[in-house]
């Protein structure tokens, strides 16, 4: 990521030297971050110059980058609006990405100013549709319909399919994956975009049911190879390449394949989005959590949005939207917006985390203090609450407080801490009374993947055991598979010391 401060802020205007240096960091961006090919890098770099030297230097101050993507003045621009607009997409995604722009707002104002101009513009070529996979294409993408020429080519496509569309890896992104990345015993795979310890991201991705028999398939084939490498995705036994991707897409061009994709031709990026818009749509919106758990926003994200509000809006029948009332806007206790989010009155606070051995080696009593709950976001928590009216989902007891309101605990089934890495998802969260929440931290108690029974580790002594309980909202099947996995370890455990 290149970062260049000194262009900001200042009364003087752009000059030469410093469009210049945009310039080069847009093309090495283009290169490096978006893998665009060098024809249209250098397409839209002669557009920009042409721009740029012309109509900025000179003309506009430093820093004002609202002048620069201002309307009228980017409508001057004489190239095809369907060349533009991509163009300066990059560049404004570009400059906000390297900081040059760091007020959010005024970086999604500027994206409205130049689709405003290069949409409905009938005095210049149409400017393309964003394009994404229909269900069905992603399909055949990931089925037995596809005619191969070699074993290599029948494990590559699927794989590199698997790996766009699920874990909505760029093309960048599966190049650098590495073989220790995934672990499919546990069923995880590494999320390579999140660089160090402090980053939002989530650290693991599981690996679902669709793509994890084309996982492991591909890893037997892989180690078949006796290559010595350790990219996880090779191509004629090396490091695959941007070329090497774009080979693997080429056979869904001959003429045995084409009536599976349409007209389409198929990338990483248009994978990409076609899962960010589907997750959008199936969850109703709330699928957002989950891709920003697993990503910065980028440019995908934004197309996959905007489509998703624009299908939001053509289904929309009604003719107002109702105004939520106060009382729903603000939980029953009031927390400080700068300090940042929390829920349960007992966790631990942001600030402690620093200070707090997750190993337990400054703890006196290493084996007593099990920390499974971090800050985390309350109002999901407090939406499921409401939803079960702070009934225990286990054992119905509904406790209550000395001012006369209730009070229920959210229980993370994915364990949400730094050694598993659980997420603030309702699909990871079930409301409990603090008892059976103590229970369930202790692996004293676990849900039953298929059944979603609860069973208990001391089987027949627990009336609750293979006892179904209430359940009002879906449970994700990853999360209950993982915790799953560490209650049998644990009951193994505790029959070896019988």
């Not at 980053?199 to 591909?218: A, G």
């Not at 599976?260 to 989005?273: Q, T, Y």
């Not at 939520?324 to 009155?345: A, H, M, Q, R, W």
Request: aromatic share 12%; hydrophobic share 35%; charged share 30%.
């Amino acid at each position: 990521m290149i970062v260049i401060n000194s262009l900001v802020g200042g009364g003087s205007m752009f000059d030469t030297y410093e469009v210049d240096f945009i310039l080069w960091g847009f093309e090495n961006y283009c290169t490096e971050q978006l893998q665009l090919q060098p024809t249209t890098v250098s397409y839209y770099t002669k557009i920009l110059e042409d721009y740029l030297h012309i109509s900025v230097v000179g003309k506009v101050k430093k820093g004002d980058y609202s002048e620069l993507f201002n309307g009228d003045r980017i409508s001057k621009i004489n190239r095809r609006s369907n060349s533009v607009r991509p163009t300066l997409l990059n560049l404004l995604e570009f400059l906000y990405t390297d900081k040059f722009i760091e007020d959010e707002m005024l970086y999604l104002r500027l994206i409205n100013n130049i689709k405003k101009v290069y949409t409905n513009d009938t005095e210049k070529t149409p400017i393309k549709t964003t394009e994404f996979l229909t269900p069905n294409e992603i399909r055949n993408l990931l089925s037995d319909k596809i005619e191969y020429k070699t074993l290599e080519e029948e494990k590559l496509l699927p794989v590199i399919t698997s790996l766009a569309f699920f874990c909505m890896y760029k093309q960048a992104d599966i190049m650098k994956l590495k073989i220790d990345d995934i672990d499919i015993e546990k069923r995880v795979i590494r999320n390579i975009r999140r660089q160090d310890e402090e980053s939002e991201l989530i650290e693991w991705i599981y690996i679902n049911d669709d793509s994890f028999p084309i996982l492991k398939s591909y890893l037997d084939y892989r180690a078949s190879l006796s290559v010595e490498v350790d990219e996880l995705v090779i191509f004629e036994k090396k490091p695959i390449t941007n070329q090497g991707i774009n080979s693997v897409f080429g056979i869904l061009k001959r003429n045995a394949n084409k009536h599976l994709i349409s007209e389409k031709s198929i990338h990483p990026e248009l994978l990409n989005r076609s899962m960010m818009l589907y997750l959008l749509d199936s969850t109703n919106g709330e699928g957002i959590y989950d891709i920003l758990m697993l990503q910065e926003r980028n440019q995908q994200f934004e197309y996959a949005f905007n489509t998703f509000l624009s299908i939001k809006r053509n289904r929309f029948n009604g003719d107002f939207v109702k105004i939520i009332p106060i009382e729903n806007l603000f939980p029953s206790k009031p927390f400080l917006i700068n300090e940042g989010s929390y829920s349960e009155d007992n966790d631990i606070k942001g600030e402690d985390l620093k200070d707090f051995d997750m190993e337990n080696n400054k703890n006196h009593q290493p084996n007593k203090v099990i920390i499974q709950r971090l800050v985390r976001d309350s109002r999901i928590a407090r939406k499921l609450k409401e939803k079960y009216n702070y009934e225990c989902q286990l054992c119905g007891y509904k406790l209550r407080k000395a001012d006369g309101t209730y009070t229920a605990e959210a229980h993370h089934i994915k364990p949400y801490n730094k050694l598993h890495r659980g997420d603030d998802n309702s699909r990871n969260l079930i409301v409990l009374c603090p008892n059976c929440h103590s229970q369930f931290d202790d692996l004293y108690f676990a849900i039953h993947p298929e059944t979603k029974e609860i069973h208990c580790i001391f089987e027949g002594e627990e009336m609750y055991h293979k006892s179904q309980f209430n359940l009002k909202h879906q449970l994700g099947e990853e999360y209950l598979i993982y915790t799953w996995n560490l209650f049998e370890e644990k009951r193994i455990e505790m029959q070896k010391l019988k």
